[in-house]
């Protein structure tokens, strides 16, 4: 009889030991839980912030759209190479606004940039205030 009131004594510090495990092992997962829902929170926060400043820097205008706009219905044209240090330093100074510089790529520049406007050649790279004499055209 001893021994199997020993038997049910282990069985149950065995259970209550089981149900203890259980226990920790709940609430660890609920915690792994909870960390795993605030990672993917801060996540998604993350990544609609960059989409919204990803989003707002592409359809923003640039600063000098109107003034390039000016340029091009002109007829002004700036050639160059995207090589060349000189032709990215006056792309660089439109920044967004150079999409609407009439641009073309030519090889057999002597100096670059070269713009030309009404017929007449300027060659290296031209400052806003002198496009803007030469056309008319206000930055």
Request: charged letters at 30%; one cysteine or more.
């Amino acid at each position: 009889m001893l021994s199997k009131e020993r038997q049910r004594e282990a069985s149950r510090k065995a259970q209550e030991e089981h149900g203890l495990r259980d226990e920790r092992f709940n609430l660890q997962k609920q915690k792994k839980d909870k960390r795993k829902k605030q990672i993917i929170t801060v996540s998604a926060v993350i990544f609609l912030l960059l989409g919204t400043w990803i989003v707002y820097g592409v359809i923003s205008p640039g600063k000098y759209d109107g003034f390039a706009k000016c340029l091009s219905e002109k007829g002004v044209i700036m050639y160059g190479e995207n090589w060349c240090q000189y032709t990215n330093a006056q792309k660089a100074m439109f920044g967004k606004s150079f999409k609407y510089i009439n641009y073309e790529q030519k090889s057999d520049l002597k100096v670059r940039p070269t713009w030309v406007i009404d017929g007449k050649t300027y060659e290296t790279v031209q400052s806003f205030e002198r496009l803007s004499t030469l056309t008319g055209c206000k930055y």
